[in-house]
């Protein structure tokens, strides 16, 4: 959540001093991330998609405010989200029980993708 007010803040306000710390804020980011494409409360433990969903805001607001975004983290989110999926559009949680909140988390991320239903 640190690294999205940083990088909304840097976009807002302009001000390139914020820009050495969205960049060490996004470069720990790709580093906690999981091999299963998540991301956890702990750095590199298994994903959790309600981290995901915060770590993908994050992201999305580092590449607006024109903080470098590799794309291999695309590639391994989306790996993720598959595993989360539990019916067509629904999410679960860990693994468990398709969640309502998941499933918003979820289909929020995939919008973000540029993920359609049709």
Not at 45 to 58: K, R, T
Request: charged share 20%; with cysteine.
């Amino acid at each position: 959540m640190a690294t999205l007010a940083l990088c909304e803040a840097l976009q807002m306000t302009g001000d390139t001093s914020l820009r050495g710390a969205c960049e060490a804020a996004v470069k720990f980011i790709f580093a906690a991330q999981h091999t299963d494409g998540g991301w956890n409360y702990h750095p590199k433990g298994p994903g959790d998609l309600s981290i995901v969903g915060w770590q993908m805001l994050s992201l999305k607001s580092a590449s607006a405010a024109k903080i470098p975004v590799p794309y291999e983290w695309r590639r391994e989110c989306d790996k993720f989200l598959e595993s989360q999926v539990a019916q067509g559009f629904m999410y679960k949680y860990r693994k468990q029980a398709v969640s309502d909140s998941m499933t918003a988390i979820g289909n929020l991320i995939r919008l973000f993708r540029g993920w359609s239903t049709t």
